[in-house]
Nanobody, 124 residues
Framework: QVQLVESGGGLVQAGGSLRLSCAAS??????????MGWFRQAPGKEREFVAT????????DYADSVKGRFTISRDNAKNTRNLQMNSLKPEDSAVYYC???????????????WGQGTQVTVSS
């Protein structure tokens, strides 16, 4: 079992920055072979892929819409992964979710554990 707790959402003006954090805790299992993905869902839209990275950081992938603006960083001491979001645009507004799975994938169905979600709103 993996528990994920997200933090860091909020309201920001276009061009601003936010950092989302996702703290992971496990019940006896290891995350060393896990993958953490980030997804977002805007009202009336399907959940869409944002970024993913293997737990050790050797592989990462970003959606074209966020490439060059969003970056995943790692805090291994706290079992936390962060999504740094820069140059935010109004179309980035959504509920953002972190998720953990075993497959390096853009598909949300490949992820087993999900955070509670955090709202990001970018005003124009």
């Amino acid at each position: 079992q993996v528990q994920l707790v997200e933090s860091g959402g909020g309201l920001v003006q276009a061009g601003g920055s936010l950092r989302l954090s996702c703290a992971a805790s496990t019940s006896g299992s290891t995350l060393s072979n896990a993958v953490m993905g980030w997804f977002r869902q805007a009202p009336g839209k399907e959940r869409e892929f944002v970024a993913t990275e293997t737990w050790n950081g050797d592989l990462s992938d970003y959606a074209d819409s966020v490439k060059g603006r969003f970056t995943i960083s790692r805090d291994n001491a706290k079992n936390t992964r962060n999504l740094q979001m820069n140059s935010l645009k109004p179309e980035d507004s959504a509920v953002y979710y972190c998720a953990v799975g075993r497959a390096y994938s853009r598909h949300p169905g490949r992820y087993d554990y999900w955070g509670q979600g955090t709202q990001v709103t970018v005003s124009s």
